[in-house]
């Protein structure tokens, strides 16, 4: 069984900064591409950025120059670093990972329970 959990999230002023960390634990043969979502009340969940396995990122337009997300193979743990938060940023977010349990095993995706952050102005 595989399992993701978040932390980091809390309450920041706006302006300030959070590093979220998604850890991967149990039977892991590989992890591929891992990923930051948010849910913000009453709207969809949205991509927040990805990193492939050759740490390839790609970031939504609304956190571009201000999140970075990074990977530490060695620890299974992908990172979400967050500066210059703004209130519009308050959402519980999310960590994802593709990734192959087993050698004969194909690609599934494992989500976290989520980590709230609220910014506040």
């Known amino acids: 069984q595989v399992q993701l959990v978040e932390s980091g999230g809390g309450l920041v002023q706006a302006g300030g900064s959070l590093r979220l960390s998604c850890a991967a634990s149990?039977?892991?043969?590989?992890?591929?591409?891992m990923g930051w979502y948010r849910q913000a009340p009453g709207k969809q969940r949205e991509l927040v950025a990805t990193?492939?396995?050759?740490?390839?990122?790609n970031y939504a337009d609304s956190v571009k120059g201000r999140f970075t997300i990074s990977r530490d193979n060695a620890k299974s743990t992908s990172y979400l670093q967050m500066n210059s938060l703004k209130p519009e940023d308050t959402a519980v977010y999310y960590c994802?990972?593709?990734?192959?349990?087993?050698?004969?095993?194909?690609?599934?995706?494992?989500w976290g329970q989520g980590t709230q952050v609220t910014v506040s102005s």
């Open positions: 990193i492939t396995s050759d740490d390839s990122t």
């Open positions: 149990g039977i892991i043969f590989r992890i591929n591409g």
């Open positions: 994802n990972a593709d990734l192959r349990s087993t050698f004969y095993s194909g690609n599934s995706r494992y």
